[in-house]
């Protein structure tokens, strides 16, 4: 019998004009299945075909996993000689009639191996991209923000435990490792959203560090940008520090990063456009005059990845709904100097949005 997560998925590709879809271990194929592959040397693709047919090409080592799965489907088994795996794509194809039909797959992430089995297979077959997953997945159902919710709670927990560890002439790596180790014990799958930003003094003016062998020092700002997972779900946070006591811009910047967040925050609701969300934080930014030191979106949406629908950016026009789950990110970056960056978890709910995390967002002094 066919899941409500698949019905959903034939409806969306009958209405886009898809006779299948293809897809690769991933976010799309876990929301579907419930099962987890990881991208390898050895293909996995699950195949969907109009009105109701899933097939899964998969290596037999895998085919333990199948009694988890959410969905029946057909599997077709292959063994280690890379001579056999061109059948497999061959009888899989030939199962769902897909000779001549129009798949659509994730532009971002069908690799070029699994396409080329799937072209040889289906010789007639118009590949194209697709975005009918992202819409699958746009609205989070309860069940999906509580584990959300789980993912924030592990993240906050394990920032109150590594809070204490950092010292000046710590180096920003070691941070980082702590952060890291004390997201394992709190709960965290081991796969995380990603590896966590540490970023201290000039480094923190800079969105998107990788923690290196700078030290903490007096007077520096530390920016921590960090995420846990449950569950496959995932939340991404973000808090900034000072390194004993700071110059008075710092403050300052800090002061109006946060009030731009809880504009943000408060914008979030159902019937908007996620570009409302962006100005509404965008604009307390520009009025305090620092315009030009706010250099991304707002936010992105998250939920199975780090970064899905929705993007918050000023021009997006997509009407918010109920379930829609983003970051609310602004922060000012002085170049050379330091960076302030405040992040919060937000889910759109019936009558406005909750905010998911609630660690503090002043300026706090470590060291």
């Not at 959300?148 to 920003?172: F, W």
Request: some cysteine; aromatic content about 6%.
């Amino acid at each position: 019998m066919t899941t409500p997560r698949f019905a959903r998925l034939f409806a969306a590709m009958s209405a886009a004009g898809l006779e299948a879809v293809a897809l690769n271990p991933g976010p799309s194929l876990t929301y579907l299945t419930g099962l987890h592959f990881h991208i390898m040397e050895r293909p996995t693709v699950l195949l969907a075909a109009l009105p109701d047919q899933v097939a899964l090409v998969l290596p037999r080592l895998e085919s333990a996993k199948l009694a988890q799965a959410a969905e029946s489907m057909t599997a077709i088994f292959y063994g280690d000689n890379p001579a056999e795996w061109p059948a497999a794509f061959d009888a899989a194809c030939a199962a769902l009639k897909l000779n001549g039909k129009k798949i659509g797959v994730e532009a971002n992430r069908l690799r070029f191996m699994e396409l080329n089995y799937l072209q040889q297979a289906a010789q007639r077959a118009q590949f194209v991209a697709t975005v009918v997953f992202d819409g699958l997945r746009l609205q989070k159902e309860a069940g999906e923000v509580a584990l959300m919710r789980q993912a924030v709670k592990i993240a906050q927990d394990a920032l109150r435990a590594t809070l204490p560890l950092a010292k000046i002439g710590m180096q920003e790596r070691e941070l980082a490792a702590e952060l890291t180790i004390q997201m394992l014990r709190a709960g965290s799958d081991p796969e995380m959203p990603f590896a966590p930003i540490v970023s201290s003094g000039p480094n923190s003016a800079n969105p998107h560090a990788a923690p290196g062998e700078r030290c903490l020092t007096a007077g520096d700002l530390l920016v921590v940008d960090w995420g846990a997972s449950y569950r496959g779900y995932v939340s991404d946070l973000t808090r900034t520090f000072a390194i004993g006591e700071v110059e008075p811009e710092y403050h300052r910047i800090a002061r109006i990063v946060a009030e731009a967040n809880a504009a943000g925050r408060a914008a979030s609701r159902a019937g908007i456009a996620a570009g409302v969300v962006d100005r509404a934080a965008r604009d307390v930014i520009e009025r305090a005059g620092y315009a030009t030191y706010f250099t991304h979106r707002v936010g992105h949406g998250i939920g199975l990845e780090g970064h899905e629908p929705p993007y918050m950016f000023g021009e997006n026009t997509l009407v918010l709904a109920e379930g829609m789950a983003f970051t609310v990110e602004p922060g000012i970056y002085l170049p050379d100097r330091g960076g302030v960056r405040i992040e919060d978890n937000v889910v759109i709910t019936a009558d406005g949005a909750e905010t998911l995390s609630d660690l503090p967002r002043e300026l706090l002094a470590l060291g």
